[in-house]
């Protein structure tokens, strides 16, 4: 029996959460009463109305400055550090903020522009002459909009910016903050060349070796009993080199992709350096370089170097293969230490590098007097180098060649 009136206890207290008796009452569940909650999960006070329990109070309006910190930041303040150009217009369309980029891009400042309708500011055409403003019309346009995605526009004055929108709403869906992000097409423009040397350069690239594997290999499945033993190796051996270099090109792109992304992942370690560039040195010899013309100078009292070896020696490889490619006679490396680290330099003997193209030479695609490669060497020679907390250079060598030299700290763990 008391068990059965426990039950119709619980059944009322369900009944009475589901259907209350008042307006404002609380919710009892489980004995314990609890307030009733709006819409937005918000506890309503006592006594609530029920017009409070279906209206939701219009948020105030968006400022521009986070909450609390009204008399430290201005609107206006809040987008000048930003790269690109911020145009804020409010709910009347008359400009409220514009940062110094905004008014760089524009070619007005930003006193001249404040209070001015937002499509005086921003004189907008499309690729066809027409108004892009009477075209999207923020304000008075469809109200579920909250963007313009990043379209190229143009501004009366023949100007090219890329151009996004975004469209701050309030509860009634009316427009009180327009907010404009402009950018230069030029850095887009230099973008888009860079990458289509890049895909010409691979393209360049692959289409040797690929060729050369694709010949030699429907040669010897059309006719290979007529061949002999040693044609049949001559001709594996170069596919085979030709598939490393191949492979040899895919981890270049994998490695710039990396160092563009800051995603370069680190495996640090104890390493000997001069064990390390003597095997750098050997693969060189392996790859068909005399072993005479390299000479490795060593000088004593190297710090413990914490460094990625596989990193390590491809940086020491690629200096090499840009000395022997670029320079003439003997390739000298030192590597010594330099305050709590070390500093190795790769020289050659070749014509040198001129003030004008040393700045270039850490570029991507640079290739000195095109001697062939991809010209990516370099450029992940710098990132790689970089990645370990160091820093390279490249000079004039003492026999008048260029002496490439890149300085990496010890690299100590933290923990030690």
Not at 127 to 137: A, H, I, P
Not at 263 to 268: D, H, I, K, T, Y
Not at 303 to 311: A, G, I, L, R, T
Request: proline content about 6%; overall charge positive.
């Amino acid at each position: 029996m008391a068990v059965r009136q426990r039950g119709r206890r619980s059944v009322r207290r369900v009944a009475r959460a589901r259907r209350p008796d008042r307006p404002g009452s609380h919710v009892r569940t489980g004995g314990v009463a609890q307030p009733r909650l709006g819409r937005c999960g918000v506890p309503l006070r006592l006594g609530a109305s029920p017009a409070e329990l279906t209206t939701r109070r219009p948020a105030p309006p968006y400022s521009g400055i986070p909450p609390g910190r009204s008399g430290e930041v201005s609107e206006k303040s809040a987008y000048d550090d930003l790269p690109d150009g911020v145009v804020v217009a409010g709910e009347d369309g008359r400009v409220v903020a514009l940062n110094p980029a905004g008014a760089r891009l524009l070619g007005t400042t930003t006193d001249a522009a404040l209070g001015c309708h937002y499509r005086d500011v921003l004189p907008l055409v499309d690729e066809q002459g027409r108004d892009w403003w009477v075209c999207t019309d923020p304000y008075e346009g469809l109200r579920s909009r909250t963007r313009q995605p990043e379209r190229q526009l143009t501004l009366k004055g023949g100007a090219e910016l890329l151009v996004t929108a975004s469209y701050v709403r309030g509860d009634d869906r009316s427009l009180y903050r327009l907010v404009v992000a402009l950018r230069d097409t030029h850095a887009r423009e230099r973008l888009e060349r860079s990458r289509a040397n890049l895909v010409s350069t691979v393209a360049h690239e692959l289409r040797s070796p690929l060729t050369s594997v694709k010949g030699f290999t429907a040669t010897l499945l059309a006719k290979w009993d007529r061949f002999n033993d040693d044609q049949k190796k001559l001709m594996l051996q170069t596919v085979n080199a030709d598939a490393d270099r191949v492979t040899r090109l895919i981890t270049e792109l994998l490695d710039v992709s990396r160092i563009d992304a800051g995603r370069l992942e680190m495996r640090r370690q104890v390493v000997d350096l001069p064990a390390a560039i003597r095997k750098a040195i050997a693969g060189c010899v392996a790859a068909g370089q005399p072993e005479h013309r390299f000479v490795l100078q060593e000088r004593g009292g190297l710090p413990e170097m914490w460094v990625d070896p596989d990193k390590f020696q491809q940086v020491v490889g690629n200096l090499l293969e840009n000395a022997v490619r670029h320079g003439d006679g003997t390739v000298t490396v030192a590597v010594g230490p330099n305050g709590d680290g070390a500093v190795v330099t790769v020289a050659d003997e070749g014509e040198g590098i001129s003030e004008a193209t040393a700045v270039r030479v850490f570029t991507r695609f640079w290739r000195g007097d095109q001697r062939g490669g991809t010209g990516l060497g370099l450029y992940i020679v710098k990132g790689l180098v970089e990645a370990h907390g160091g820093s390279v250079s490249v000079g004039r060598a003492t026999g008048g060649g260029a002496e490439f030299r890149f300085v990496l700290p010890a690299g100590t763990p933290s923990f030690l």
